[in-house]
C-alpha cells in the first residue's frame, strides 16, 4: 500500500504560481511512476504530468507543457508540482497518483490516490 497526502492548493490570480506537494509513505518509490490528475467541475479527471522515480524523466500533458514543472526529492518521499503562469481553467482539483509500470496517461491505471488538494485561478 502507498499512501498519499497531497499539500499546496490555494487560490491564486491568474499569471501566478503555486506548488503542490504529494507526501508518500508505506512503500519503497523507487519502482513507482509518480502522476498528477486534475478535475475540474463537470469534467472528467485528466492527466497533468508523470515522473519516473528511479529515473527522474517526466512527461507532460500539451495543456501545462512549458508552465508546469514535475519533481521529486528522494529524502523527503515527496512529489512537487510547479505550476507557474496560471490560467482561470487551470482551476481544478489536484491529484496525486501512484503506478508500477510505465508513465500512462490512463486514470484508472494508477492504483493509488491521494484526497486531492483544490487549486483556484481567478480572471
Known amino acids: 500500500q502507498v499512501q498519499l497526502v497531497e499539500f499546496g492548493g490555494g487560490l491564486v490570480q491568474a499569471g501566478g504560481s503555486l506548488r503542490l506537494s504529494c507526501a508518500a509513505s508505506g512503500r519503497t518509490l523507487s519502482n513507482y511512476i509518480m502522476g498528477w490528475f486534475r478535475q475540474a467541475p463537470r469534467k472528467e479527471r485528466e492527466f497533468v504530468a508523470a515522473i519516473r522515480w528511479s529515473a527522474g524523466s517526466t512527461y507532460y500533458a500539451d495543456s501545462v507543457k512549458g508552465r508546469f514543472t514535475i519533481s521529486r526529492d528522494n529524502a523527503k518521499n515527496t512529489v512537487y508540482l510547479q505550476m507557474n503562469s496560471l490560467k482561470p481553467e487551470d482551476t481544478a482539483v489536484y491529484y496525486c497518483?501512484?503506478?508500477?509500470?510505465?508513465?500512462?496517461?490512463?486514470?484508472?491505471?494508477?492504483?493509488?490516490w491521494g484526497q486531492g488538494t483544490q487549486v483556484t485561478v481567478s480572471s
Open positions: 497518483a501512484a503506478r508500477v509500470g510505465s508513465i500512462v496517461e490512463i486514470t484508472t491505471w494508477y492504483d493509488y
